[in-house]
C-alpha cells in the first residue's frame, strides 16, 4: 500500500493543478491577514471558504483521480496485489496531497505574521486540522463513488450533487424543517442534523473553540447547550473521524466485491 501510496502522491505533487491550489491558499492568506490585524477575525473567514471549499477541491480531485488512473489501476489489479492496497493507496496519495497545498498554503502567511507569538495559535491549528479531515472525508467520498459507478459522467455527477447537497441544500431543508415544526421542540432534531453533516459540524468545531458559537445561530447555541465547550470539541472530532472510516470501510467493501 505504502508504494502506491508514494506513487500517487509523487505523481500529483508534479501536478500545476496543486501548485495552483497550494498559491490560492497562500494569497488568499496573505491578503487575509493583511486587511485583518487580528488572526481570530482571520480565522473565521477563512472558515468560511475552507468548509465550502475543501470539500468541492477534495470531491473533484478524488473523483477525477480515480476516473483517469483507472487503466494503472486495472494493471495493478492483475498483480498480485490486495485491492485494498491499491485503493487505500490511491486515496491516501490524494488526501494527502491536498492537504499538504492546505497546510502549506495556509501555513506560510500565518507564520510569517507571527502566530507564535499570538494567542490564536490553537484556533488556526483547530482550522488546519478541521480543513485536513474534511479533505480526508469528501476524497474518501469520491473514491467510494467513483468505485460505484463505471460512467464517467455519472460518477462526477453524483459528486457534485453530494458537495453541493452537503454544502447548500441540506441546510436549505433543514431551516424550512425548523420553519414548518416551530410549535414542537427540535432540540434533538437539530443536534443530530447538525452531526450528519460533516460541513456544518466542521463550522460548529471552530466556532465552539472561538467560544461564539452563537455566531451559528440555533443549531451552535443547541450544540453548546447539549455538549458545552470542551466536550462538545470531542464529540465532534470522533463524529468528523467516523465521517472518515465508514466511507473507507465501504471503499474497502465495495472494492472487494467489484468485478473489474
Not at 452531526?195 to 443549531?219: C, E, H, M, Q, W
Amino acid at each position: 500500500m505504502f508504494k502506491i501510496l508514494k506513487y500517487s502522491f509523487y505523481d500529483l505533487i508534479r501536478s500545476r493543478w496543486s501548485y495552483v491550489y497550494l498559491l490560492f491558499y497562500l494569497l488568499l492568506g496573505f491578503a487575509l491577514l493583511f486587511l485583518n490585524e487580528n488572526i481570530s477575525k482571520a480565522v473565521i473567514t477563512m472558515m468560511n471558504v475552507i468548509t465550502i471549499l475543501v470539500p468541492l477541491i477534495g470531491t473533484i480531485f478524488g473523483v477525477m483521480y480515480f476516473y483517469n488512473s483507472k487503466e494503472f489501476t486495472e494493471l495493478l489489479l492483475a498483480l498480485p496485489i490486495p485491492r485494498s492496497s491499491i485503493f487505500l493507496g490511491q486515496y491516501f496519495g490524494v488526501a494527502i496531497s491536498l492537504s499538504l497545498s492546505l497546510i502549506i498554503g495556509l501555513g506560510v502567511p500565518f507564520l510569517c505574521y507571527g502566530l507564535f507569538q499570538s494567542d490564536s495559535m490553537v484556533d488556526f491549528l483547530l482550522l488546519l486540522s478541521t480543513g485536513t479531515m474534511l479533505t480526508f472525508i469528501f476524497t474518501a467520498i469520491a473514491f467510494l463513488i467513483g468505485l460505484s459507478n463505471e460512467n464517467k459522467i455519472k460518477g462526477f455527477g453524483y459528486a457534485i450533487l453530494f458537495w453541493l447537497f452537503m454544502a447548500v441544500i441540506y441546510d436549505g431543508i433543514f431551516l424550512i424543517s425548523l420553519i414548518i415544526f416551530e410549535e414542537y421542540p427540535l432540540d434533538n432534531l437539530s443536534l443530530f442534523a447538525t452531526l450528519f453533516n460533516p460541513i456544518d459540524l466542521s463550522r460548529v468545531l471552530i466556532l465552539l473553540k472561538l467560544d461564539i458559537a452563537a455566531l451559528l445561530g440555533y443549531t451552535g447555541a443547541v450544540f453548546q447547550k447539549f455538549f458545552g465547550n470542551i466536550s462538545g470539541l470531542f464529540v465532534s472530532f470522533f463524529t468528523l473521524l467516523l465521517w472518515i472510516i465508514v466511507p473507507l470501510f465501504l471503499m474497502k467493501r465495495k472494492a472487494g466485491k467489484k468485478d473489474f
